[in-house]
């Protein structure tokens, strides 16, 4: 799925803020002008990936930013964030903060409601803030802290009134065991904004214990890295509460001011736009041969319509028309920006049902580029605390040349992109094509039986009789996001099993009754 947020030419007409310098707001526009447009139109966010966690995150990727849809139940909103550069200052602690935010209108639909912009300014606003309810021990009395913080108390409410901002009038109650840090989370329960509240101490990311201070979100949860809690005004640092009985003044600074864009619209970008995907026709057939690992069966092809800043990931239209053969084990940034139509593709059901592989005229089923033999290993004499004991070591040249082996063994999956240009005024396209490569593993499989084994010997003479046969089918990756029925575990006994006999060499320590039963069900299962 692909979105496009259009209409946002509100960015060329706004002033300056007050408070805000020249250079300081010349980079801040720059910055969000080139992640929303690109070459003057509007960009198109690609899915990316779906958190599931306490608030489920639907995240859309472009280059030098991200728009983001919180499912939350109470305040459902998408949200655009710009990637801050890596130089520490005055735009990297603002792009830290999202620079748009949509409210969903549900009643009108998920890409429905009205778009505002962060500007990058502070005000410095103050609150006024009085005791209530009960006095409690504070969080460091709790602790049993001696000296300053020895029987020091504070109120089990707090209620909040601020003129500039009523957004955050209310009364707070103190949820000391709720999970805030330092036992400093408060809930508003009484207010005329329906919006849920919250008051806490926030603490920065590489930051002392000095300026931690407490913030007004709506979101009270552990963050993950990178993500940004959203906080609406941020008291002042030095201040906490305590058991004075008085109004107190404290000074606060709103992080932002926001303007509304009634123009801006989130639309679906993919609404016009065809795509094909194709699978085989007929059933594949494998024939199992020394250098059948050479050629992977294409399973799947697939082919989507391009934007401008893909070229990143399909390459130049024209300038490559070779297939490009990603590296699947360093290819988790591209696989995230081909999301966006990967997460819709279906794995054929021809696929997920087990297939032969014909083994018609072969004398020979190893293959030591794909299962190369194991280093050779001898036994080496050690004489700890006066006793010999026997130590398995590897060959150091073998054991080498096998890990060498093994980084160049063929993978079971290949996946390749190109792009294509588009004709008669066409937009450009982009193929892939994902093939397996069975043959490898079947090699695989047939060396994974340990040498001078019974099963083994057993392949032997199957090889021998030309009956030996491999069957290959394709898993679905599962992410698990249902529970999984499974049959109510039970736990058997094996007092009626058929007890084995007494080992031979068990003769200072034989085998109890039951340990007999139990080595007769392993005999069994060898």
Excluded at 208 to 218: E, L
Aim: net charge neutral; charged share 25%.
């Amino acid at each position: 799925m692909r979105v496009q947020l259009n209409h946002m030419e509100v960015l060329a007409d706004l002033d300056r803020p007050q408070g805000v310098g020249k250079q300081e707001w010349e980079e801040w526009t720059d910055a969000v002008t080139t992640v929303m447009t690109t070459d003057g139109v509007p960009t198109v966010w690609q899915f990316s990936v779906l958190d599931r966690g306490a608030v489920w995150t639907v995240k859309y990727h472009a280059p030098g930013g991200s728009l983001e849809l919180r499912l939350d139940p109470e305040d459902p909103c998408w949200s655009i964030y710009i990637d801050p550069p890596a130089k520490r200052g005055w735009l990297r602690t603002v792009l830290e903060h999202s620079v748009a935010q949509m409210q969903v209108d549900e009643a009108a639909g998920l890409l429905s409601g009205t778009w505002k912009l962060r500007l990058p300014c502070e005000q410095k606003i103050a609150i006024k803030v009085l005791g209530q309810g009960e006095l409690v021990q504070s969080w460091q009395a709790g602790l049993g802290l001696k000296g300053k913080f020895e029987n020091t108390q504070r109120w089990s409410k707090l209620q909040v009134t601020s003129d500039a901002m009523p957004a955050v009038d209310g009364v707070y109650q103190l949820l000391e065991r709720c999970g805030g840090a330092l036992g400093s989370l408060h809930k508003r329960i009484e207010s005329s904004h329906p919006t849920t509240l919250f008051m806490l101490i926030e603490s920065g990311r590489c930051t002392g214990s000095d300026d931690d201070g407490f913030v007004f979100a709506a979101n009270p949860r552990r963050l993950s890295y990178g993500e940004s809690r959203g906080s609406v005004l941020r008291a002042d640092r030095s201040w906490r509460p305590s058991s004075e009985s008085t109004v107190q003044e404290v000074e606060c600074t709103a992080f932002s001011d926001w303007r509304t864009m009634e123009a801006a619209c989130l639309d679906l970008f993919d609404k016009q736009v065809s795509a094909a995907v194709s699978i085989p026709a007929e059933p594949i057939e494998l024939a199992m041969s020394e250098d059948g690992w050479k050629t992977a069966a294409t399973v799947l092809r697939c082919t989507v319509p391009l934007v401008r800043h893909d070229r990143k990931v399909w390459g130049d239209v024209g300038k490559n028309p070779e297939w490009m053969l990603l590296n699947l084990r360093k290819s988790k940034s591209v696989f995230s920006q081909l999301a966006w139509f990967t997460n819709r593709l279906e794995l054929p059901e021809e696929l997920k049902s087990w297939s032969a592989i014909s083994t018609q005229g072969t004398d020979s089923y190893g293959c030591d580029r794909c299962a190369p033999k194991m280093p050779v290993v001898c036994w080496k004499v050690v004489t700890v605390k006066g006793k010999d004991k026997y130590v398995p070591v590897e060959d150091a040249c073998e054991a080498a040349h096998f890990e060498h082996a093994l980084k160049q063994r063929p993978d079971p999956f290949k996946l390749q992109l190109r792009a294509v240009a588009g004709k008669r005024g066409n937009s450009h396209t982009g193929e892939m094509r994902i093939a397996v490569n069975a043959l490898s593993l079947a090699h695989r499989a047939n060396s994974s039986i340990p040498t001078n084994s019974v099963a083994r010997a057993a392949v032997g003479t199957l090889e021998a009789a030309h009956e030996l046969g491999f069957d290959w089918r394709v898993v679905e990756h599962n992410d698990m996001t249902t529970v999984p029925h499974f049959q109510k575990l039970s736990l058997g006994s094996n007092k009626k099993d058929k007890p084995a006999g007494q080992p031979p060499n068990f003769k200072k320590f034989p085998l109890r009754p039951e340990q007999l039963r139990s080595l007769h069900l392993s005999l069994i299962h060898i």
